[in-house]
């Protein structure tokens, strides 16, 4: 845990560089054929949900390791992933429909990826209820971990949603593979790819301050449980 | 004796069959479900079972078709998936995204198998975004993305 500590500020600042040189690409970015200024809305759209799927990887990876090895620090970086993507998806589907109300004429659609994506902020909460439901944090941790390591189905359900089922939502504008192409022009696309480079660091940053902060909760409480029975 | 290992890996692979198990269930049954809308062949294959039935049809805004009231918030237009074109009747405000030749899916009845009813119309947006400069070659690749995410 020690590492958290030194990555903290240096990581922040890149965040801070990266954040504040891509908006400010994003101020310049040309107009879009058909959507004219309501296209910046993409350059958080998609990051943030781009971040949202990796935090939830990040939540499977560590719940694995978790039940496999007991590692504690895989469990507080489970914890710690899971309200950082929360946060990104609560702010993946905010932006989704501010989008959508002018460009679609609807601020929701029950179609397959905004659904899989409702799902997702659902299981994201029931992690970080079902974590403190139980009265036994060992016992907590356990099934938190096996929840999360359910709920990953809902990752390629999100990822190919939009190419399994038609969907209100659009197919992928970057995407590898059969259907490979690139459907974002030059100058609309490098403050996107910028955006998403300040992003990750953002969730590395955001992640890693979460992460210190549990570990000195859990510290604390430790602490705290020692006293009482000292005083016993 | 069932060792603490085995107990773990036992655990992990129940995880892993029921996550498995959710995803075939998901792939296999809710697949008609999940479906946003129908394309136009689709509906007018299914014309008779639809009928009176509130459904929706994505497609293209037939370029050329679009005929406004004047006065009025009402008008006519073709979707089309370039095999079948539907006649549609709307009457309200219109989302910023719709025009001809671009994307949309209609929300509403058919009022007789030769004309659709909407009552809410949502523009669907392709994948692609160029800028105002190259509006041309935007307006071909979109077009050439939203048929064939409509095949």
Same mark, same amino acid.
């Given at each position: 845990?020690?590492?958290?500590?030194?990555?903290?500020?240096?990581?922040?600042?890149?965040?801070?560089?990266?954040?504040?040189?891509?908006?400010?690409?994003?101020?310049?970015?040309?107009?879009?054929?058909?959507?004219?200024?309501?296209?910046?809305?993409?350059?958080?759209?998609?990051?943030?949900?781009?971040?949202?799927?990796?935090?939830?990887?990040?939540?499977?990876?560590?719940?694995?390791?978790?039940?496999?090895?007991?590692?504690?620090?895989?469990?507080?970086?489970?914890?710690?992933?899971?309200?950082?993507?929360?946060?990104?998806?609560?702010?993946?589907?905010?932006?989704?429909?501010?989008?959508?109300?002018?460009?679609?004429?609807?601020?929701?659609?029950?179609?397959?990826?905004?659904?899989?994506?409702?799902?997702?902020?659902?299981?994201?909460?029931?992690?970080?209820?079902?974590?403190?439901?139980?009265?036994?944090?060992?016992?907590?941790?356990?099934?938190?971990?096996?929840?999360?390591?359910?709920?990953?189905?809902?990752?390629?359900?999100?990822?190919?949603?939009?190419?399994?089922?038609?969907?209100?939502?659009?197919?992928?504008?970057?995407?590898?593979?059969?259907?490979?192409?690139?459907?974002?022009?030059?100058?609309?696309?490098?403050?996107?790819?910028?955006?998403?480079?300040?992003?990750?660091?953002?969730?590395?940053?955001?992640?890693?301050?979460?992460?210190?902060?549990?570990?000195?909760?859990?510290?604390?409480?430790?602490?705290?449980?020692?006293?009482?029975?000292?005083?016993? | 004796?069932?060792?603490?290992?085995?107990?773990?890996?036992? /655990?992990?692979?129940?995880? $892993?069959?029921? &996550? !498995?198990?959710?995803?075939?269930?998901? +792939?296999?049954?809710?697949? =008609?479900? #999940?479906?946003?809308?129908?394309?136009?062949?689709?509906?007018?294959?299914?014309?008779?079972? /639809?009928?009176?039935?509130? $459904?929706?049809? &994505? !497609?293209?805004?037939?370029?050329?078709? +679009?005929?406004?009231?004047? =006065?009025? #918030?009402?008008?006519?237009?073709?979707?089309?998936?370039?095999?079948?074109?539907?006649?549609?009747?709307?009457?309200?405000?219109?989302?910023?995204?719709?025009?001809?030749?671009?994307?949309?899916?209609?929300?509403?009845?058919?009022?007789?198998?030769?004309?659709?009813?909407?009552?809410?119309?949502?523009?669907?947006?392709?994948?692609?975004?160029?800028?105002?400069?190259?509006?041309?070659?935007?307006?071909?690749?979109?077009?050439?993305?939203?048929?064939?995410?409509?095949?």
């Amino acid at each position: 845990m020690n590492i958290l500590k030194k990555i903290q500020l240096p990581t922040g600042i890149l965040t801070w560089i990266t954040l504040i040189a891509g908006v400010w690409l994003v101020f310049n970015v040309p107009d879009d054929f058909q959507q004219g200024g309501a296209v910046k809305i993409l350059y958080i759209h998609v990051p943030s949900a781009k971040m949202a799927l990796l935090s939830y990887l990040v939540v499977t990876v560590a719940s694995i390791l978790h039940l496999w090895k007991r590692s504690e620090t895989a469990d507080i970086l489970a914890e710690a992933a899971t309200s950082v993507g929360a946060a990104f998806t609560a702010m993946t589907l905010a932006s989704g429909s501010i989008w959508g109300k002018p460009m679609w004429g609807t601020w929701w659609a029950w179609d397959a990826r905004l659904t899989s994506m409702l799902v997702l902020l659902i299981l994201f909460k029931g992690l970080m209820v079902l974590r403190h439901s139980l009265d036994d944090p060992v016992k907590g941790a356990r099934a938190t971990a096996i929840l999360a390591i359910i709920g990953a189905v809902d990752l390629p359900i999100i990822h190919y949603s939009v190419v399994w089922w038609r969907t209100l939502h659009q197919p992928p504008s970057l995407s590898a593979g059969s259907n490979a192409g690139i459907h974002i022009a030059g100058p609309l696309l490098t403050p996107l790819l910028i955006l998403t480079v300040a992003f990750m660091l953002l969730t590395l940053y955001m992640t890693t301050v979460k992460a210190r902060q549990i570990e000195a909760r859990r510290r604390l409480d430790a602490l705290e449980t020692a006293r009482m029975h000292a005083d016993e | 004796m069932i060792s603490l290992l085995n107990k773990r890996l036992m /655990l992990m692979f129940t995880v $892993i069959m029921v &996550g !498995g198990a959710l995803v075939a269930l998901v +792939l296999t049954s809710f697949t =008609g479900a #999940l479906v946003y809308f129908h394309t136009p062949t689709e509906a007018v294959a299914k014309t008779k079972e /639809l009928v009176a039935k509130k $459904i929706r049809i &994505g !497609g293209m805004v037939q370029t050329g078709s +679009l005929v406004r009231e004047s =006065g009025t #918030l009402k008008i006519r237009f073709l979707v089309t998936d370039s095999t079948t074109h539907i006649p549609v009747r709307y009457e309200g405000m219109l989302p910023d995204l719709f025009r001809e030749g671009q994307g949309v899916v209609v929300e509403g009845t058919w009022q007789s198998p030769q004309e659709f009813v909407a009552t809410t119309i949502l523009a669907k947006h392709s994948e692609d975004y160029v800028p105002v400069d190259m509006s041309e070659q935007g307006i071909a690749k979109s077009k050439e993305s939203l048929l064939k995410s409509l095949k």
